[in-house]
């Protein structure tokens, strides 16, 4: 079983739409929880991060932890063709313990259609 | 700020020959990260440095994969000898050390095709 999984799509919506990108997670020891959004030829950009539990929101998009399921969500409001992309999740444990190495999913390919 | 530099963009070699690939972090950034990303799939860490030390390389293939950061500034990325499971992009990033969260920002990558 991977750490994190991530459905990796693709996943195809018209301009306007509200999209919801998931992960799921084995590993409890993660408590820092990023989204990266990675265009075509180009690499990882961080969109949001998350510490722990809870919901964080910039914009027109809104992250959410839920620790006790072990599921992590992106919510893009007003999608447009500029959001056309690569969306990958990252985790990883908390500041101190060994290498503060990021754990990704796969990476959904999503792409909005004007 | 200049972002995270590598090079080349593209490379491609046959199998069992050798390759190496550069990285210049962002200027001040003690930590640098490599990746390896294969297609469809999200990045793998291979190695991390703190400064010219090494934190982390348990996922790196050390029969056939070695990196240096000399002076903790650049850093080179070798395979030798490149099989063809080896074709992927390969990721540098680098991070600094403020607060309790530090940010990886990623270069363009080096996207390797062996053949």
């Known amino acids: 079983q991977k750490e994190v999984e991530q459905d990796p799509g693709p996943l195809s919506v018209p301009e306007g739409a509200i999209v919801s990108l998931n992960c799921t997670y084995s590993?409890?020891?993660?408590?820092?929880f990023m989204w990266y959004r990675q265009y075509s030829r180009k690499g990882p950009e961080l969109l949001m991060y998350t510490y722990s539990s809870g919901n964080k929101e910039d914009g027109r998009f809104t992250a959410q932890v839920d620790k006790s399921s072990k599921y992590i969500s992106l919510f893009i409001r007003d999608s447009q063709p500029s959001d056309s992309a690569t969306y990958l999740c990252a985790m990883r444990g908390p500041w101190g313990q060994g290498a503060q190495k990021l754990v990704f999913g796969q990476g959904t390919r999503l792409t909005i259609n004007p | 700020e200049a972002g995270v530099a590598q090079s080349p963009r593209y490379k491609i070699i046959e199998k069992r020959q050798s390759v190496a690939f550069w990285c210049n972090p962002i200027s001040g950034h003690a930590t640098l990260y490599w990746y390896q990303q294969i297609l469809g799939q999200g990045p793998k860490l291979l190695i991390q440095?703190?400064?010219?030390?090494?934190?982390?390389d348990s996922q790196l293939p050390k029969d056939r994969f070695s990196a240096e950061r000399l002076k903790g500034v650049d850093s080179t990325l070798k395979i030798q000898p490149a099989k063809l499971e080896d074709s992927a992009v390969y990721l540098c990033a680098s991070s600094s050390h403020r607060g309790n969260y530090n940010e990886q920002f990623f270069g363009p990558g080096t996207r390797l095709t062996v053949l």
């Open positions: 440095f703190q400064n010219n030390g090494v934190v982390d």
């Open positions: 590993n409890s020891a993660f408590q820092y």
